[in-house]
């Protein structure tokens, strides 16, 4: 029974910030690979970021690379992503994704095959 609630999307200008949030439930969140993937209107599902459990593996998109940070805080089984200078190209829908690292053989990274469990994902919309 693993659920994944984001948070923190809206409304902003280009050059604007905002911190997309991810709360997980369940006991072993710190076993988890966690990913950011996002989908816009009439366009396929892409990869944005990804952690590994401890934090110290991560992927990013090239487009996200130098703008966005992923990080996470086991402690409070929370996931995040950090996106500044936003641009209009980058609104769509955002989602959290998950996978319990005992059960696969490599780190997923940016594939949204390799993750089981997804968040309802929260809209971010970037205006020029």
């Known amino acids: 029974q693993v659920q994944l609630v984001e948070s923190g999307g809206g409304s902003v200008q280009a050059g604007g910030s905002l911190r997309l949030s991810c709360v997980v439930s369940?006991?072993?969140?710190?076993?988890?690979?966690m990913g950011w993937f996002r989908q816009a209107p009439g366009k396929e599902r892409e990869g944005v970021a990804s952690l590994s459990p401890s934090g110290s593996s991560t992927f990013y998109a090239d487009f996200a690379k130098g703008r966005f940070t992923v990080s996470r805080d086991n402690a409070k089984n929370a996931l995040y992503l950090q996106m500044n200078s936003l641009k209009p190209v980058d609104t769509a829908m955002y989602y959290c994704a998950a996978v319990d690292g005992r059960i696969i053989r490599a780190d997923p990274a940016l594939n949204a095959r390799g993750y089981e469990y997804w968040g309802q994902g929260t809209q971010v919309t970037v205006s020029s």
């Open positions: 369940g006991y072993s969140y710190n076993k988890y690979y």
